[in-house]
């Protein structure tokens, strides 16, 4: 299970939906107990935000046994307007690259994704 991170106040950059799917996409057989812990947050508000993930369509399950196995929809386009066309793969993609830098900076290695998002985009440029 990774290190749960120091509390803090004030705002941040992802939301929690945004985490509990990034969590999701780290090891699709996580129990919403385990992710919980991960995103400091209670496991009744990781129930709710998967149960969102999934009513939008950027999350499935299928039961095995007494857990479930996530599937991430990749290709769902990201709902803030701002960020029409960008894919939730090339979202987790970022993270991902994130998380297995930190990780070689701490010596632990690196994680991948288990499918293969296409390339994130670089900085975007106004007309």
Not at 46 to 57: F, N, R
Request: charged share 25%; net charge negative.
């Amino acid at each position: 299970m990774a290190a749960v991170p120091e509390s803090h106040s004030g705002w941040t950059f992802l939301t929690n939906h945004a985490r509990v799917l990034a969590a999701i996409a780290d090891d699709p057989a996580t129990r919403i107990r385990d992710i919980a812990a991960r995103c400091r947050l209670t496991e009744r508000a990781v129930q709710k935000i998967v149960s969102d993930l999934e009513e939008d369509g950027y999350l499935s399950h299928t039961r095995q046994g007494r857990s479930n196995a996530y599937r991430i929809e990749a290709g769902t386009i990201l709902r803030h307007p701002a960020d029409s066309g960008l894919a939730v793969a090339e979202l987790l993609t970022l993270l991902a690259q994130h998380d297995a830098q930190h990780d070689a900076d701490r010596g632990e290695g690196s994680r991948q994704l288990e499918s293969s998002p296409p390339q994130a985009r670089g900085p975007r440029s106004d007309p």
